[in-house]
């Protein structure tokens, strides 16, 4: 590439790499910076500034380990009045865990009533990704900490929209839960039935979720006067068998908890499970919270007391604001926090006598 003598170096290559797109002879992602230096004969640092303009400029996109994109990729896209709900393929049961079904099954009918047909993916394969992605306007995305660089990948080519925790990229909008104040709410309810030894079931630390819900308990107690004792916490998982697992280690412990509260309710049906196979009975000898408030939640005999998850609304904000991303919107407020309530149901009271005085 000859160099106009007048011109800087840097900005013949913005222009190079603007023609380059313009006559689609780069479509996807960019080569390799130093690739590009060595074929348009400049430095390394010209054709890396280069690109650093654009990406400003809003043309190009990066994604950490994986390349620079043309960022104006989505504005090209025909309306295929599609939308995919990504959950990444490692989450214990996928979307046939209660959770995940709800939140799919809700977004499923937001889409519905707006004339938007859903799909499911788990695939991040870089090639199949791409293919998916070019059959969809949009994508709602259950966001986790190891999954960022995935969601960046996906905001390259079409608007996308996390839900469950928020993205380190704030451009990103987020639907998510007040995990933190709802977590106080039920060490407050157990701690005005009369429980002083309360145990904490956590769920995935790679997630705001998880964190804040655990971060929740502590803030609890400590506000209700109580010292925070790593002995009454279980590093669990969200899975029935992690909840069996967790009761378990409290029954072993010296002083046992008589309560346990549960970062969400599949572990807290394990800890039910495995505490009746004891023959022990809940709330008569242990109580149990859990979080989310399944369906299953509600149909146990006695009824799961938990934190009840507003669902429905996560699924119309998030499809909302998704649709207002597709169609080019501003949005007027791009991250989302919605309340959670404590719902006392069956499986809490207050402790024995012998267990407050211990």
């Known amino acids: 590439m000859a160099a106009d003598k007048t011109t800087p170096k840097y900005v013949l290559v913005e ?46 996109y990066k994604v950490p ?78 966001s986790f900490l190891r999954i960022e660089n995935l969601i960046q990948q996906m905001k390259a080519i079409v608007p996308v929209v996390a839900i469950d925790n928020s993205v380190a990229d704030k451009t990103i909008p987020s639907v998510i839960v007040d995990n933190f104040n709802a977590q106080i709410q039920s060490v407050d309810y157990l701690c005005s039935l009369g429980h002083q030894h309360i145990g904490f079931m956590t769920g995935l630390e790679d997630s705001d979720a998880g964190k804040n819900r655990y971060a929740g308990y502590k803030s609890g107690l400590i506000k209700q006067g109580i010292e925070v004792d790593p002995a009454l916490v279980f590093r669990g998982n969200y899975t029935f068998g992690s909840g069996v697992s967790g009761a378990q280690y409290f029954l072993e412990l010296e002083q046992r908890p008589s309560a346990i509260i549960c970062a969400n309710d599949s572990m807290a049906l394990g800890a039910i499970s495995k505490l009746h196979q004891e023959g022990l009975e809940v709330p008569a000898d242990m109580s149990i919270v859990g979080f989310d408030d399944i369906d299953i939640a509600r149909q146990i005999t006695p009824p799961l007391t938990t934190v009840s998850v507003p669902i429905d609304e996560i699924a119309s904000c998030a499809f909302n604001m998704l649709t207002s991303l597709i169609e080019g919107r501003t949005l007027e407020n791009r991250h989302v926090a919605l309340e959670a309530h404590l719902v006392a149901r069956g499986t809490s009271r207050e402790p024995a006598k012998s267990e407050v005085t211990a």
Not at 108 to 127: H, I, N, P
């Open 15 to 60: 222009d190079y790499l603007r023609n380059q797109i313009k006559k689609n002879r780069i479509s996807d992602r960019l080569p390799g910076e130093r690739a590009l230096a060595a074929e348009l004969g400049f430095s390394y640092m010209t054709v890396r500034k280069a690109v650093e303009n654009l990406v400003n400029e809003g043309l190009l």
């Open 65 to 142: 380990t994986k390349g620079t994109f043309i960022a104006d990729q989505k504005a090209n896209k025909t309306r295929t009045r599609t939308i995919g709900y990504f959950l990444d393929s490692r989450i214990a049961g996928g979307l046939s865990s209660p959770y995940y079904s709800m939140i799919f099954n809700a977004i499923e009918k937001q889409a519905t009533r707006q004339g938007y047909s859903l799909v499911y993916f788990s695939d991040s394969s870089d090639s199949n990704l791409q293919m998916i992605l070019q059959k969809l306007d949009g994508v709602i995305a259950s």
